[in-house]
């Protein structure tokens, strides 16, 4: 019969393999890089969960360069940390946002579009 000392042990430690599994996988797929002949046009702002982030919009083509589709994707900054834990574990399968564990430059849910920076 297990102790209650163990099964809380074996709580923890399942907790902790749930929150970090999904980062580790998420890390694995390779980042679109930005293309800076391109920018967003202006501002992108959301609201995700209860998370409220804006932040400047990047350029980027798909993983590998290999699309000629850009995508207006950014790097979320969050006025709340707790909403924004929040935010990384609902959202983090529909790759719209990263939250504080993963990298940043996911798609935007409110993505603006790409423009041609004139020289």
Do not use: H
Request: aromatic share 8%.
């Amino acid at each position: 019969m297990d102790s209650p000392l163990f099964r809380f042990a074996r709580f923890i430690a399942l907790g902790f393999a749930l929150t970090l599994a999904p980062n580790a996988l998420a890390q694995q797929v390779p980042a679109a890089k930005p293309d800076l002949r391109y920018e967003c046009d202006g501002q992108t702002r959301g609201k995700i969960g209860f998370t409220i982030w804006s932040a400047q919009g990047i350029c980027v083509r798909d993983a590998g360069g290999k699309s000629a589709v850009l995508r207006c994707t950014v790097s979320a900054s969050a006025i709340d940390i707790p909403s924004k834990i929040g935010a990384e574990r609902i959202d983090r399968a529909s790759g719209k946002f990263s939250g504080i564990f993963g990298a940043t430059n996911r798609p935007a849910p409110y993505g603006g579009s790409c423009k041609e920076v004139k020289p």
